[in-house]
C-alpha cells in the first residue's frame, strides 16, 4: 500500500513563501507521477502542479505559473512544491497525489480521478 504524507503548510503573509513536502512510502517511487491538488470548502478538487516520473517534466496550472515550483528526489521518495509570491486566494488544503498508470509516453493528469493515492493533506493559508 502506498502512503503519502504531506508537511510544510501553515499561516504566511501574502507574499510570503512555504515549501510543501509530501513524502512516500513505496519501493517504487520513480514509477509514480505526482502531483499536487488544493481544495476548499465547497468547491472541487483543483490540480496545481505534476511531474512526471524521471522528473524532467512538468505542468502548472495557469494561476500558480512563475510562483510554485515541484520538484522531486526520487532518493528520498520526496515530491516538493516551493510557493512564493502566495497570495490569499492560494489559501486552501493542499494534497499531494500519485499515479500508477505506465503510459508509453509522459503524461501528467490533471483530473483527481487520474490518480490513484492521496495524502490527508496539509492547510495553506495566506493572510492579507
Known amino acids: 500500500q502506498v502512503q503519502l504524507v504531506e508537511s510544510g503548510g501553515g499561516l504566511v503573509q501574502a507574499g510570503g513563501s512555504l515549501s510543501l513536502s509530501c513524502a512516500v512510502s513505496?519501493?517504487?517511487?520513480?514509477?509514480?507521477?505526482l502531483g499536487w491538488f488544493r481544495q476548499t470548502p465547497g468547491k472541487e478538487r483543483e490540480f496545481v502542479s505534476g511531474?512526471?516520473?524521471?522528473?524532467?517534466?512538468?505542468y502548472y496550472t495557469d494561476s500558480v505559473k512563475g510562483r510554485f515550483t515541484i520538484s522531486r528526489d526520487n532518493a528520498k521518495n520526496t515530491v516538493y512544491l516551493q510557493m512564493n509570491s502566495l497570495k490569499p486566494e492560494d489559501t486552501a488544503v493542499y494534497y499531494c497525489?500519485?499515479?500508477?498508470?505506465?503510459?508509453?509516453?509522459?503524461?501528467?493528469?490533471?483530473?483527481?480521478?487520474?490518480?490513484?493515492?492521496w495524502g490527508q493533506g496539509t492547510q495553506v493559508t495566506v493572510s492579507s
Open positions: 513505496t519501493r517504487t517511487f520513480s514509477a509514480y507521477t
Open positions: 497525489a500519485a499515479d500508477s498508470t505506465i503510459r508509453a509516453t509522459i503524461r501528467i493528469g490533471t483530473s483527481y480521478y487520474e490518480y490513484d493515492f
Open positions: 511531474i512526471s516520473r524521471g522528473g524532467d517534466s512538468t
